[in-house]
């Protein structure tokens, strides 16, 4: 199984961006799917999560202005992130439970990560 994100680049403060991250392999669902970032010095800080019943659960500083989903069908995760701030910037990493084929064993994988630049 891979996780691939994309979407991210440099963005003046105040605009916005569409993450994707596309999961691809035997996969039987995607269970849970969260988004975090790391800043430069800083460890990797929760931005959001999405599980099933399409549950969404937003670190404090995505509230109100990110918004994770999902389509399951093509097992893409999404996280679209309005009034940017110089703040947001990070690398953004996906992390998936995603149940294999063909017997459904959960495992966790993280994606390679996609670089945010919001600038002033």
């Known amino acids: 199984v891979q996780l691939v994100e994309s979407g991210g680049g440099l963005v003046q403060a105040g605009g916005s961006l569409r993450l994707s991250c596309a999961a691809s392999?035997?996969?039987?669902?995607?269970?849970?799917a969260t988004w975090f970032r790391q800043k430069p010095d800083n460890g990797r800080e929760f931005v959001a999560e999405i599980k099933n019943l399409d549950l969404t659960k937003y670190g404090e500083s995505a509230k109100g202005r990110f918004a994770i989903s999902w389509d399951k069908a093509n097992n893409t995760v999404y996280l679209q992130m309005n009034s940017l701030k110089p703040e947001d910037t990070g690398v953004y990493y996906c992390n998936a439970l995603i149940s294999l084929r063909p017997l459904g064993r959960a495992t966790s994988y993280w994606g390679q990560g996609t670089q945010v630049t919001v600038s002033s």
């Open positions: 392999g035997s996969i039987l669902s995607i269970n849970v």
